[in-house]
């Protein structure tokens, strides 16, 4: 199975600041059709997970443009420029590219 | 719009058994396959199992091979989870997801399943 492996498990950040997830995988994540089926979501407090980021980059319909992904392979960034209260969370990595499915243990975002 | 709507957790005895519903709305509900993730209380995500949009192809996690079986009903545009053989280790909330081409776009507001004597 592939090991997703997030830095940090939490994130204390200032209203405003940036803030970034790393998410590295054990092997790599581009599927055989070429594309990297490497996702991003969000849970808020008391929230199901929601879609942010799909194929590393993309931005999911509704989700704001401080949030972006990057990345290629095994090593993957989430960032957002400006952390606003609504950010608030815990941010999973996921990988679709290889049966079993896993996800990230997830990284707390906070305001300090 | 797109809704995933679960239901049918509840509280069962270890060796129980229990069947979880997705009703589905706002898209082709034939067209697409469908997950079933688990969050046990506190803790991250866990993928259980995928069935494809016409119910030809079913993968499952090796944690319930055996005991958990997915299955859809396209007429009724509905999920299903015959979960049998319940562990305390098969408590968390369950949550169906639409899968776009690898790209879990959809999810559902989950349904909480307790396996307790």
């Known amino acids: 199975d592939i090991v997703m492996t997030q830095t940090p498990l939490s994130s204390p950040v200032t209203l405003g600041q940036p803030a970034s997830i790393s998410c590295r995988s054990s092997?790599?994540?581009?599927?055989?059709?070429?594309?990297?089926?490497l996702s991003w979501l969000q849970q808020r407090p008391g929230q199901p997970p929601r879609l942010l980021i799909y194929k590393i980059s993309n931005r999911f319909s509704g989700v704001p443009d401080r949030f972006s992904g990057s990345g290629a392979g095994t090593d993957f960034t989430l960032k957002i420029s400006r952390v606003e209260a609504e950010d608030v969370g815990v941010y999973y990595c996921m990988q679709a590219s290889q049966f079993p499915w896993t996800f990230g243990q997830g990284t707390k975002v906070e305001i300090k | 719009q797109v809704q995933l709507v679960e239901s049918g957790g509840g509280v069962v005895q270890p060796g129980g058994s229990l069947r979880l519903s997705c009703a589905a709305s706002?898209?082709?509900?034939?067209?697409?396959?469908i997950h079933w993730v688990r969050q046990a209380p506190g803790t991250g995500l866990e993928w259980v199992a995928f069935i494809r949009y016409d119910g030809s192809y079913k993968h499952y996690a090796d944690s319930v091979k055996g005991r958990f079986t997915i299955s859809r009903d396209n007429s009724k545009n509905t999920l299903y989870l015959q979960m049998n053989s319940l562990r305390a280790e098969d408590t968390a909330i369950y949550y169906c997801?639409?899968?776009?081409?690898?790209?879990?776009?959809?999810w559902g507001q989950g349904t909480l399943v307790t396996v307790s004597s």
């Open positions: 997801v639409k899968d776009h081409g690898g790209n879990w776009d959809y």
């Open positions: 706002g898209f082709t509900f034939s067209g697409y396959g």
């Open positions: 092997q790599s994540l581009v599927h055989s059709d070429g594309n990297t089926y």
